[in-house]
């Protein structure tokens, strides 16, 4: 079974940084592209980066360049995002994704609330 | 950035009715070199992820029930339940994947009348 499970949220201060993490499982992960996604609270759904299957290329998103950085661990089947100077802007489920084109699947989310 | 504007906001529909959505894209999304619309749909109940329903703008996941079809090509399309079950109720989004930053829809939340 395709498995994506996001860990790594909680509540931090602005300013302040936190790393996501992302663990596959069910698949060649290491094949495929990843995606981070957002949804602020009671909001739509935002795309935020991107990285290519050997995570030689990534892509973001103007409000989190600069500030957020996507990277992937093949051999431990896991997609990273750590986000540095957080903003209550960014609070929001975070959501991996796979990527064949369109995101064919997703992890259940994990929730990053930025406040003092 | 591709801006993709849904409509309506709304949808109140009844059981077995049609229910249709409507998905514009600012700049066409049909690329020209495997000659495919990159548009996909997603449906997202309470609390949960969305989930994939239509990727090429008119390729159902593997899955999806039959009731579920997507149209159109270029810069215009359509998500059509053809006979709205309870189960439907959801935020539907569709998303360009043509290029980057990818950008969605706001949503068309459906509801049963």
């Known amino acids: 079974e395709v498995q994506l499970v996001e860990s790594g949220g909680g509540l931090v201060q602005p300013g302040e940084s936190l790393r996501l993490s992302c663990a596959a499982s069910g698949f060649t992960f290491s094949s495929y592209w990843m995606h981070w996604v957002r949804q602020a609270p009671g909001k739509g759904l935002v795309w935020v980066s991107r990285?290519?299957?050997?995570?030689?290329?990534?892509s973001y998103a103007d409000s989190v360049k600069g500030r957020f950085t996507i990277s992937r661990d093949n051999a431990k089947n896991t997609l990273y995002l750590q986000m540095n100077s957080l903003r209550a802007e960014d609070t929001a489920v975070y959501y991996c994704?796979?990527?064949?084109?369109?995101?064919?699947?997703w992890g259940q989310g994990t929730l990053v609330t930025v406040s003092s | 950035d591709i801006v993709m504007t849904q409509s309506p906001d709304s949808l109140t529909v009844s059981l077995g009715e049609r229910a249709t959505i409507s998905c514009k894209s600012s700049q066409s999304v049909l690329y020209s070199s495997n000659n495919k619309n990159h548009l996909a749909w997603y449906q997202q109940k309470p609390g949960q992820p969305p989930r994939l329903l239509i990727y090429w703008a008119s390729t159902r996941e593997s899955g999806v029930p039959d009731r579920f079809s997507g149209s159109g090509s270029g810069t215009d399309f359509t998500l059509t339940i053809s006979s709205l079950q309870a189960d439907d109720v959801a935020v539907y989004y569709c998303?360009?994947?043509?290029?980057?930053?990818?950008?969605f829809g706001q949503g068309t939340k459906l509801e049963i009348k």
């Open positions: 998303q360009q994947y043509f290029s980057i930053p990818y950008t």
């Open positions: 994704t796979r990527t064949a084109y369109y995101f064919d699947c």
């Open positions: 990285i290519n299957n050997d995570g030689s290329s990534t």
